[in-house]
């Protein structure tokens, strides 16, 4: 037995969870691209490689090439679950879920479509996703582990992989019928590669007013300009884009809901929470909430 060279955590789990048995046949070993299969609690390659599922019930299919990205801590997958629960995202969630609808019913092939979320965090948009498009099983990608334990536990139509999403996806050819990419990177190439023909992309990106009431205040990173454009270069080279929605509303925000608003993002990495409780306390003055606008852009694009 060859084993796989990635982080691996030591099972003691009885067996492979169920959402991660069924996504497994979709599934590719990081270091050879072979399919895997569950054997046990270990997803297992025709060359040897082996992964054991972490007892948390999710699996590191970590290639070795090192990360490329800071992954989100447990702090921020707890804040952004926390957020996403409030309902202020709804309108997010269910532009995006009705975007992976899209697909065309060729990329289910025999059975019903497979979902795949790359930068999944806790999982909210995927299993939005699943739900609306009926699909076995949804596939979250995410470098980072707190990620990864959250998707596990979402129930047996969804699992947790721990992968970096700018390398070679862990995931065969034209095996997915849709492709979430939520306020993350995109990598084209691999996208493309994955999806079945007549399958989706669906990319939230920020509108240039998202969160500006919280920009300066909170010293958050801000919207870069022409983010549209980029997108569409980057993802037309290997897609046809066939469908775009603009959303915009305002948001009013209790303090702890605007912290969590903070914390969930790459601002966090760059404040601290005692600052941010002290901004937003600022913001509010003697109001009981503050007005903050959300805005985003979800483009769909299809594979011909």
Request: aromatic residues 4%.
């Amino acid at each position: 037995l060859v084993v796989g060279t990635g982080p691996v955590e030591v099972s003691s789990v009885a067996e492979v969870p169920p959402g991660l048995r069924t996504a497994a046949p979709a599934l590719a070993c990081p270091h050879c691209g072979a399919a895997l299969e569950p054997d046990e609690a270990t997803l297992i390659c025709a060359a040897g490689h082996s992964f054991d599922v972490a007892r948390q019930g999710y699996v590191t299919l970590l290639g070795g090439g090192g990360a490329a990205v800071v992954a989100d801590d447990a702090a921020m997958i707890d804040a952004r679950g926390r957020f996403l629960e409030t309902g202020h995202y709804s309108a997010f969630l269910s532009a995006v879920a009705d975007g992976a609808a899209a697909a065309e019913d060729a990329a289910a092939g025999a059975g019903s479509p497979l979902i795949l979320d790359c930068g999944a965090g806790e999982g909210s948009y995927l299993s939005a996703a699943v739900e609306r498009t009926g699909a076995r099983v949804g596939i979250g990608l995410d470098l980072s582990k707190p990620a990864a334990r959250r998707l596990a536990r979402r129930g047996p139509r969804s699992c947790g992989v721990v992968a970096n999403g700018w390398d070679r996806l862990p995931v065969g050819d034209g095996v997915v019928s849709a492709v979430l990419s939520v306020f993350a990177p995109r990598n084209a190439a691999e996208f493309a590669r994955v999806l079945a023909p007549g399958g989706v992309v669906v990319a939230l990106t920020p509108g240039p007013r998202h969160l500006h009431e919280l920009v300066g205040p909170l010293g958050m990173i801000s919207v870069e300009e022409g983010k549209v454009a980029r997108l569409d270069s980057v993802l037309g080279r290997h897609l046809e884009l066939v469908g775009r929605e603009s959303l915009d509303w305002v948001m009013d925000l209790g303090p702890d809901a605007a912290c969590d608003l903070v914390a969930m993002g790459p601002s966090a990495h760059h404040t601290e929470p005692e600052a941010r409780r002290r901004a937003v306390e600022a913001l509010l003055g003697a109001d009981d909430t503050v007005p903050v606008s959300a805005s985003g852009l979800v483009s769909v694009y299809r594979k011909a």
